[in-house]
């Protein structure tokens, strides 16, 4: 835990927020912080599902720190172990991650929340790409977004800079559910309880099939999940766990995952 970077520990969630007046902007020092945080997430086996968030109420996150830039910061230099903000290139990050965004999610701000699995907002968020204003390319959201939402709404959003709504975002699927601010927390946490209860190996294999897939043909993928090409399919099929989920099943009780 840091002044900028707060950690908290509810049994097998994790709760990463980013704390940084005014607008949560990040530099590199805080990048390369959030990705020490988001490794040890990463590789403590107690550990579950994480949820990100950030302090106030105007701003999610500001993404890119201008004034940081001005002060000597290089836009190529050292985000740290997971990339800029921490997540988007942090490898073998095979646990959930919730975004729970509260306010306006701009430029980078926007693409962390976009490398989280699901996003939870409230109901005064937007999101917005202005980068095409600075001249500049928004790297991650130009190629996450248009495979996340319509593809004619994403270019629009990256040729324009024009902000989404909160109500537009959920229309499109970019949000999984939109609600009062003093109730996103508590709704997310809940979430995230339900996860950390939930089979660990599977949540594993489920986000390698999916990072795989990106460059797969259909056929491939599914040759190389039957053939226990992936890590974490392999483990799962040898597992513990894959026998106490017919078990529970047959037995008529809830089931017991211990993550072997």
């Known amino acids: 835990m840091t002044e900028v970077i707060k950690t908290k520990r509810d049994g097998a969630v994790f709760e990463v927020e980013l704390d ?5 902007a990040i530099d590199l020092k805080t990048s390369r912080e959030m990705g020490e945080v988001f490794k040890e997430f990463r590789d403590d086996p107690e550990l579950r599902v994480a949820i990100v968030s950030t302090a106030g109420e105007k701003f999610f996150c500001a993404g890119w720190d201008l004034k940081a830039a001005a002060d000597g910061d ?17 490898r073998g990050l095979n ?15 926007f693409e962390l929340a976009l490398s989280c699995d ?5 109901d005064h968020s937007s999101f917005a790409l202005p980068e095409i204003k600075a001249g500049t390319l928004a790297d991650a959201a130009t190629v996450k977004l248009p495979k ?7 270019m629009e959003m990256l040729f324009t800079g024009r902000w989404m709504d909160a109500q537009e975002a959920l229309h499109h699927g970019l949000v999984n559910a939109v609600m009062p601010q003093d109730d996103l927390m508590d709704h997310v ?6 996860l950390a ?4 190996l599977v949540f594993a294999a489920i986000k390698e099939v999916v990072r795989d897939a990106e460059n797969q043909t259909f056929q491939d993928m599914m040759n190389r999940i039957t053939k226990r090409k992936l890590s974490t399919v392999d483990i799962l099929y040898d597992s513990d766990d ?10 008529k009780r809830d089931p017991v995952w211990k993550g072997k």
């Open 189 to 194: 946490r809940s979430i995230a309880r339900d």
């Open 74 to 90: 290089a836009v190529d230099g050292d985000y740290g172990v997971g990339g800029f903000g921490g997540l988007q290139e942090l």
């Open 118 to 122: 699901m996003i939870y907002c409230s």
């Open 197 to 200: 209860a939930g089979p660990p």
């Open 242 to 251: 894959n026998l106490e989920g017919a078990k529970a099943f047959a037995e």
């Open 148 to 154: 996340r939402i319509p593809h004619h709404v994403a």
């Open 95 to 109: 646990k959930p991650v919730i975004a729970a965004v509260n306010g306006m999610a701009v430029g980078g701000g």
């Open 20 to 24: 940084r007046p005014k607008a949560n």
